[in-house]
């Protein structure tokens, strides 16, 4: 099985702060995603990555960046956190297979952020 | 732009009875769909994906959906709800343009009362 594992369940930071979500996973995938999940908004698309060092902004990047040195781990980063980045975070990886669109996507269990 | 509806934020059901979540596409392009479950603290994994072929899809726990192209629907059931299956759902489908983005529903959850 995949396993895409998160280094933090529950986190709390302060306003201004830089903040570190590590996401590794386990199969060799070329693609990783970025997600935040809000309550009423589904999931919505933060970046992705589709090979070591590529990287390409999703529907809402403002205030976040990220960086994947490594095929298997991908960091998202808030460079100065805001109350309005309070939301659950998720990590997912997929194959590129033969055929893209027909893989989907594995996700860690999430992240769950606080900014004080 | 490929887009996904779902139909009630939240559907109440008892313990036995049909469990039917509405999905309704949006698409220029042959699409891509699939449903995802998410239970509670963890993260989602999929339930099962329609690509092309057979328009009715099984997926894991007894869940299958229908692809109905001329309603744009592709609506989840299962027959008998079981008090496992309490959690969100989220109908989804790939974008064009390649990378393989997915646009997400706003997800229904799924109440079973005993």
């Known amino acids: 099985d995949v396993k895409v594992t998160q280094s933090s369940r529950y986190l709390v930071k302060r306003t201004g702060e830089k903040v570190f979500l590590e996401c590794v996973q386990d199969?060799?995938?070329?693609?990783m995603f970025w997600y935040r999940q809000d309550p009423g908004l589904g999931l919505r698309l933060i970046y992705f990555s589709y090979d070591v060092k590529m990287k390409e902004k999703g529907d809402i990047p403002e205030g976040y960046s990220v960086s994947r040195e490594k095929k298997e781990r991908f960091s998202l980063i808030l460079e100065s956190a805001s109350t309005n980045q309070t939301s659950m975070y998720l990590c997912?990886?997929?194959?590129?297979?033969?055929?893209?669109?027909?893989?989907?996507?594995?996700f860690g269990d999430g992240t769950r952020l606080s900014i004080l | 732009a490929q887009s996904v509806t779902q139909l009630g934020s939240h559907v109440s059901v008892s313990e036995g009875a049909l469990v039917l979540l509405r999905c309704n596409y949006s698409s220029s392009v042959p699409p891509y769909l699939f449903w995802y479950v998410q239970y509670p603290n963890q993260g989602l994994q999929l339930l099962l994906k329609?690509?092309?072929?057979?328009?009715l899809v099984k997926g894991i726990n007894g869940f299958e959906a229908e692809f109905k192209k001329s309603e744009t629907s592709f609506h989840l059931t299962k027959p008998s709800a079981h008090m496992s299956d309490a959690a969100e759902y989220f109908c989804?489908?790939?974008?064009?343009?390649?990378?393989?983005?997915?646009?997400f529903g706003t997800g229904t959850k799924l109440q079973v009362i005993p």
């Open positions: 997912a990886s997929s194959s590129s297979g033969t055929n893209l669109n027909n893989q989907p996507q594995h």
């Open positions: 329609y690509t092309t072929g057979a328009t």
């Open positions: 989804a489908v790939i974008r064009s343009g390649g990378y393989q983005k997915v646009t």
């Open positions: 199969m060799d995938h070329e693609n």
